[in-house]
């Protein structure tokens, strides 16, 4: 059962986007080198233990951690390109980047943690509070009540006021996965999540939440030249099955949401040709890096 769990963990690991960094101390360079090792061995350990116990201390050790390494002066600029089984993101005006990862538990469900960190250092942890909050869609929340999913872009939307949209991978259970766009805006420097700014038929909804069988690949991404979130329109195989989101999957159509003064409206059977694919972004299987990982040390005997 937990082998299965974890055989679903391909975490997007979308590579932390370029942008000039201010000169850091050698010293700080050198302890962020160290803790970022630190942080890799027990971030494999947290996703490839089959004790879930094992995993849960891997976790909190990690947690402390990763605490300690982004108060070091400098740390908002260092990349952790080895960190590769957790999601990291830059805003792409540079006022924040977010860490988000997820855990196997026993039962094949999955929790999920992050923290913000600011431009200033300021850390702000997420808590993952997804199965108490009843109606997510039509949810806003804090940091304190996160509707957690592991990140993988980051829009930002200037009109009427900032806010973030988010795309997030969400896998749910041994059944199905989810993909969801939400919303991150800040009120006196505190987070929050979902906005009434998506529109379709008359309704609005504050985040937008995708359920689908584990065994499908979906499409979900931002395109920008077209200011529109991209995304494959999910059925079941037959219309008996449509409350049974274990069973539904791509149908080969595609469907978006495009920006328009500050709101997201809802467009269905869009033409999208030559469209690229968010699963031909850099991202790595945990299990995967760890052969690779073998391989190399083989080699180098």
């Not at 089984?85 to 805003?91: A, G, K, R």
């Not at 929790?111 to 199965?131: C, K, M, R, V």
């Not at 037959?238 to 709101?263: A, M, R, V």
């Not at 850099?282 to 040390?297: F, I, R, S, W």
């Amino acid at each position: 059962m937990i082998r299965q769990a974890v055989s679903l963990i391909s975490i997007f690991l979308i590579c932390s986007q370029c942008y000039g960094q201010p000169v850091v101390e050698p010293a700080n360079i050198k302890q962020l080198h160290i803790l970022e090792d630190s942080l890799v061995s027990l971030s494999n350990k947290f996703i490839n233990s089959e004790n879930e116990q094992d995993r849960k201390n891997a976790n909190e050790l990690f947690i402390k951690t990763l605490d300690a390494t982004l108060n070091i002066k400098g740390s908002f600029t260092y990349p952790f390109d080895s960190l590769r089984t957790i999601s990291v993101q830059t805003s792409p005006d540079k006022h924040f980047r977010i860490f988000t990862w997820l855990i196997a538990n026993q039962d094949s469900t999955f929790h999920y943690y992050g923290t913000i960190q600011t431009e200033n250092l300021a850390l702000l942890p997420l808590n993952d509070f997804s199965s108490g909050i009843k109606h997510p869609e039509d949810s806003v929340t804090s940091a304190q009540k996160w509707y957690g999913a592991a990140y993988y872009k980051i829009v930002p939307v200037y009109y009427p006021k900032l806010y973030y949209v988010l795309l997030g991978w969400k896998p749910n259970n041994s059944a199905t996965t989810k993909k969801v766009i939400d919303v991150l805006s800040f009120t006196n420097d505190k987070p929050v999540f979902g906005m009434p700014v998506f529109e379709r038929g008359g309704k609005t909804k504050k985040r937008i939440i995708f359920e689908y069988t584990r065994q499908a690949t979906m499409h979900l991404n931002y395109e920008q030249e077209k200011k529109i979130i991209v995304f494959d329109h999910l059925s079941p195989p037959n219309p008996g099955l449509k409350d049974h989101p274990e069973t539904y999957g791509p149908d080969l159509s595609y469907d978006g949401y495009h920006l328009k003064i500050g709101k997201w409206i809802f467009s269905e059977d869009l033409d999208m040709k030559n469209l690229p694919d968010d699963h031909d972004i850099d991202y790595n299987d945990p299990k995967v890096l760890k052969e690779q990982d073998k391989a190399t040390a083989k080699k180098a005997e």
